[in-house]
């Protein structure tokens, strides 16, 4: 095996109400996409980043993304990703951490092994 390279297994648990929120409905694979995009840019271990001048330290499964960002990701309004961000949030999914600076989004049930 290629020592550059590193498989990396993903592992969430999430409940059936969660499943459920995020394969079944109009907008399903646009969720997918988000929950995905987030899992694979979390961090595997702790991390400091620089975003708009100010140092943020990142826990292990911890990722920094705006509104913005994930909108151009998903091709949707900033308005849609804040509800969806918001309903992940009320669901369990993931919590959030804001500053004054930057939005970081911690997942409650992921698991990264390498």
Not at 48 to 72: Q, T
Not at 90 to 100: C, D, F, W
């Amino acid at each position: 095996m290629d020592k550059e390279k590193q498989s990396i297994h993903y592992c969430t648990i999430l409940s059936d109400e969660q499943w459920n929120f995020i394969l079944e409905g109009r907008f399903s694979a646009q969720r997918q996409r988000c929950l995905h995009r987030l899992m694979t840019h979390a961090v595997r271990t702790k991390t400091v980043c620089n975003i708009k001048g100010i140092e943020i330290a990142l826990e292990v499964g911890e990722v920094a993304a705006s509104d913005v960002e994930l909108a151009e990701y998903l091709k949707c309004n900033r308005k849609t990703i804040g509800k969806l961000i918001d309903s992940f949030n009320r669901l369990g999914v993931l919590t959030t951490r804001t500053n004054n600076r930057a939005v970081l989004q911690l997942f409650v049930a992921l698991y990264v092994v390498s």
